[in-house]
């Protein structure tokens, strides 16, 4: 049908013209009419739209209808082709590749060091620097990861004393983030390793690396940020670099916070042969759990994990010093603006040789004393030490007494805090918050001590002296576990002497001698319960008396009889110091919640009423509910240092605190936390010291007072009795293999039980730690409520005291298997340290 329209139409204008030309012949013989006229030149306008010629021929064909079509077409389909390939580029290309980067150092053996390697800019440290690159990019451009291996750039060459030149060096992968696990920070260090293990001659340690003597065991490869890697680099302006020439002379460092409030790095390094020894004198920065201000020192000179000898978060008051185990040191700092400062000095020392020959006295009075090596600076990760001990005679040992360091029989765990030798025999060493006695049975025993932990340690001390074998102790004492000699008279008498309660457990329940000659059982003296029917036991409670654990002390520094003389409403002490600071622990009850229904049971718990508990608190780790905690004032709570003991968990950003709360999600106040303070001695495999404070950014708001309240820290003479009620609270799991967690804050009763119960079922518990619970097991903390809070009141209704925080436990609600608490009145004087 179009093909014959068309045809029919071409026919038309063939017709058209044969006549027209007729009419212009014979224009005699044709009259022309008006309309005839009009037709014969709308025939001529369309042969001529119908055929331009040149530019015009083309625009006239353009701007036909199909033509437009077609070039908008096109055009739109360009700019999409534009538009991909720009997101692609700039975007999608971005975020499909990512960079990783590592910093790594190795030991090249058998070649000399000179003094111009330490020059970046010198020929031989270039001439060097290629040589060694050259190889690092051969060993990855022939290993499965050649494809994403861009770079490797040598950083800073340097002398080691072990001889030969330790390599700084920084290595870049572009990773699709598809193929990440091909560049983890082991297989890179893999792949090196392998490289040099498969050249290895005659059981030595140097292995070729394509004609590069490299010792193996130096080898070290840590993945890195981008900005350390950008920070520290080439190019970067916030990087200085010093030299300690003579041993013994000291070299200044002062940094202040007009440096911009950017990451500057300070690189140290002395002659061949020596240490350094960094003294911190003051660190002016804002606590902020090193997340805003800080300071890292690294026995390497790049920013490596594995060489964190020290990091600093808090400010500094008092000087202290640091030893590296070579002669290389790099300081990190990150300080934000205001008046933020960093003052010190390094030197170059000496290796110790630290051995000694000592000769003890007949006597065991006559002391003398030993130290940690480069005592009193901090340990380095690696030193050594042995003591060669000779007593008079053969029925002489030696004992050792440490202020605040123990050492005990090594098990399967690994020491982390100091690996002892004593006559063959290995001990691990751990720091304890007080005094204990080791004694070698043997009159001439030889004592080796190695640094083991990763990062830089607290020195210690010990006094030595001799002692009889036979009889460690004088007749009229008790030797403790802990190895202190206390009098038998003081054993079961309510105080820890030997501190570690050795002297308190299986004691039976003392009598109450009210008429007898004998003065009362301690346990009964002014606890705050009438145990006597004449009141004998509650008088002359604000009498002074000679201070102790389980005396109530004033602000004064006199003691006085009264244990709970604590904010209980009577001004005991002369400066009325029992009475300050007791804005606390007294709930005011807003709503009731309905009856329990016995579904939703913390372990026997039951639905708490609105404001019942206003200190307690709900710890959220990215969004969801981890750890429980306490309130202590308007910006500090109390928890758990498990809570925090990993890597991830300790950054304080992550963590959020929602106080003011009955159920989850409910919060009248979301806070979120500064920094996180672990106790220094928290040990993560007995659970001891178990005790964390969290400051908040900001304080609560004071109009929450009636849903937001601190509760009342304990004295350190605090006791419970039986009339006090006891209840723990939180949001935790209601059963050991439930699944769901309650949405209502939960509550459950508990009894404490004494020590010698809690042994029993546990075995050895810490003198920091309580048991509570039920003997069926029904009622008990869980998973979940870990942190929180174990709240006593005082009889007739009085005031609620924090008398522990959840810890551990065997399960959930298992009988005769209570749950374990950190017994807060042990820490009253470490909490006040820090909140203070």
Known sequence: MGAEREENEQTSGDDASQQDAASVADVSVEVATVDHTLQKLRRKYRKTRR???????????????????????????????????????????????????????????????????????????????????????NVYKMSSVARLYKQAVISDLSNNNKGGVLVHFWMVFVVPRLKSPAVCEECVGAIFRDSVHTSLKNRSSVGYLLGLPVDIDSILINAVQRSDYSSNGAGSQCIDKLYANLPGASVPLNIFSSWGGVSCHVKLTTVPGSLIRLTI?????????CVNDALTVYDALLPMRGRILHRLCEPVSSSFSLVSTSNVMLLSFRMTNGNKSFRGHFEAIAEQMCMSQIETHLEPDITGQIYSPFHPSLLPPRCACTWRFETPNSALGVALQ??????????????EHGWWKVNEIIFCGSYVGHR????????????????????????????????????????SHFLCSTGLCVDKSRRCDGLDDCQDESDEVFCSRPTKNCGGNSPLHPLFVCNGETDCTNGIDEINCTQETTCSAIRYQCNSGS???????????VHDCQDHSDEADCACGRPSLVKKVGSFTGLERIVGGVNSAEGEWPWQVSLHFSGNLYCGASVLSSDWLISAAHCFSKERLSDPRHWSAHLGMLTQG???????????????????????????LLQLKKPWPPSLSLLVQPVCLPSSSHTVTDSHRCWVTGWGYRSEDDKVLPSVLQKAEVSLLSQTECKKSYGPVSPRMLCAGVASGERDACRGDSGGPLSCQEPGGGRWFLIGIVSWGAG?????????????????SWIYSHIS
Request: proline share 5%.
């Open 402 to 415: 440490f202020q605040n360091y123990v050492l005990k029989p090594k098990d399967m765990k690994a020491c």
């Open 436 to 475: 204990s006695v080791f004694r070698i049975a043997d009159h001439s025993p030889e004592v080796e001590f190695r640094c083991s932990s990763r990062n830089s340690a607290q020195p210690f001390q010990a006094f030595y002296s001799s002692y009889n074998i036979s009889q460690p102790c004088p007749e």
């Open 812 to 828: 959930c609600g298992r009988p005769n298997l209570p749950g374990v608490y950190t017994r807060v009145n042990k820490f009253t």
């Open 51 to 137: 055929k331009p010629k040149g530019l015009h021929k083309l625009w006239v064909r353009l701007l036909n209808v199909p033509y437009i079509a077609v070039i908008i077409t096109t055009v739109v389909f360009v700019v999409v082709v534009i538009m991909w390939s720009l997101l692609w580029v700039f975007i999608f290309r971005r975020e499909s590749n990512s960079g990783a980067y590592f910093a790594g150092m190795f030991r090249v053996a058998n070649i000399e060091f000179i003094p111009e390697y330490r020059q970046a800019e010198s020929l031989e440290f270039v001439s060097m620097a290629n040589k060694i690159q050259h190889v690092v990019s």
């Open 281 to 289: 004198t003051s660190f002016l920065v804002e606590p902020s759990d």
């Open 559 to 569: 003691c006085i009889l009264k244990k709970n003389a604590k904010c209980d409403g």
């Open 666 to 692: 409910s919060a009248k106040h979301v806070a979120e936390i500064q920094r996180i303070v672990v106790h220094e001695y928290y040990n993560a495999y007995t659970f001891d010291y178990d005790i964390a």
